[in-house]
């Protein structure tokens, strides 16, 4: 856990102060604004990254049923956040 943070959190904080300059220079002026939604994804992703480290911690100690309730729980979640944003494309 700690290695991860320790090499996931600067490169999101990387991410963050340079994710408008990259998105120019990488796909042209014209998709500029994505550089804010690349903003906010990234922090999600390293949020990500250390729940996929508790979920395999979980799994080792064979804890099974609270495996099983987080991963309903975000699959439920991830429906609804689809069906929310859907009328958005």
């Not at 340079?18 to 550089?35: H, Q």
Request: with cysteine; hydrophobic share 55%; aromatic share 12%.
């Amino acid at each position: 856990m700690q290695l991860t943070t320790f090499v996931h959190f600067p490169m999101m904080v990387g991410l963050i102060i340079i994710a408008k300059p990259m998105i120019d220079l990488l796909f042209y002026r014209k998709m500029g604004e994505y550089g804010v939604i690349f903003s906010v994804n990234v922090p999600c992703r390293y949020a990500l990254s250390l729940q996929l480290v508790n979920l395999d911690i979980l799994k080792l100690k064979a804890a099974q049923t609270c495996f099983f309730q987080l991963t309903l729980i975000k699959r439920v979640l991830i429906i609804l956040t689809i069906i929310i944003t859907y009328r958005w494309d």
